[in-house]
């Protein structure tokens, strides 16, 4: 039988073998939102850059530039990290290098997996279904926050082990964790999180509607999936 299993900080990577297996990453708060946003909305595809100058450089090569550092806008790129940026009619068609405090991270620390492919609460029933749908174990990593674990990651993480009880079993006890994490908190993910790190964070910087926003399930069908170093719709 399938296994699933959840790598709760990119700082934990060196643990967990991904050869073999569909990588799930996430950053509900708000990379992957974002991203799930961006293709559901049209954008062509998204390059995902750990290095911010890297990031930058792509500005020359005709890709829009968007992302974050500790939740804040980089000065001089054309976006930031909120999903709602995303949705606009002139993205439809372009591309877009993306880098961000932890999701872009995340990602380039999960190269060598079988697959990549992004997911938030915005796509969780497309995810869950896909992942029905495929032959490999699956592995969650969630980008924490500077390698420190977060809620909402970890939240998300525990829905898609739901989700999937009765197709995958847990490989150790920290997918049953999250799995019951998000049992407790699925009724109202909001109030949940209120008084976690990164929400009080985000409300210091006014931006609450986000925080709902990316707490919304199934919003989209769209699933992004890495594919020679480019995010487009799987």
């Given amino acids: 039988m399938k296994t699933i299993d959840v790598c709760l900080s990119p700082d934990l990577m060196h643990l967990y073998p991904v ?3 569909t990588v799930v990453v996430v950053d509900i708060l708000r990379a992957t939102s974002c991203m799930v946003t961006a293709l559901a909305h049209g954008v062509q595809s998204i390059r995902p850059f750990a290095n911010l100058e890297e990031c930058r450089a792509m500005k020359s090569k005709n890709y829009f530039t968007a992302g974050e550092r500790n939740g804040e806008k980089v000065e001089g790129f054309d976006f930031g990290n909120s999903p709602f940026e995303y949705m606009a009619d002139n993205l439809k068609g372009e591309k877009i290098a993306f880098t961000t405090t932890n999701g872009t991270q995340a990602i380039a620390k999960s190269q060598g997996a079988k697959e990549i492919i992004i997911g938030s609460f915005l796509n969780l029933s497309a995810v869950t279904e896909y992942l029905k749908k495929g032959e490999d174990s699956v592995l969650v990593v969630c980008a924490a ?7 909402e990651d970890t939240l998300f993480a525990g829905a898609l082990v739901e989700n999937l009880k009765n197709h995958v079993e847990p490989d150790c006890d920290a997918p049953l964790a999250a799995q019951r994490l998000y049992n407790l908190a699925k009724k109202d993910m909001v109030d949940f999180l209120k008084d976690s790190s990164h929400v009080k964070r985000l409300n210091r910087l006014n931006i609450h ?9 199934d919003q989209y069908q769209t699933i992004p999936k890495l594919v020679d170093g480019e995010l487009v719709r799987a």
């Fill in 145 to 151: 926050w500077k390698g420190k674990v977060n809620l």
């Fill in 19 to 21: 050869n073999d297996r």
């Fill in 209 to 217: 509607k986000d925080i709902e926003f990316c707490l919304t399930p």
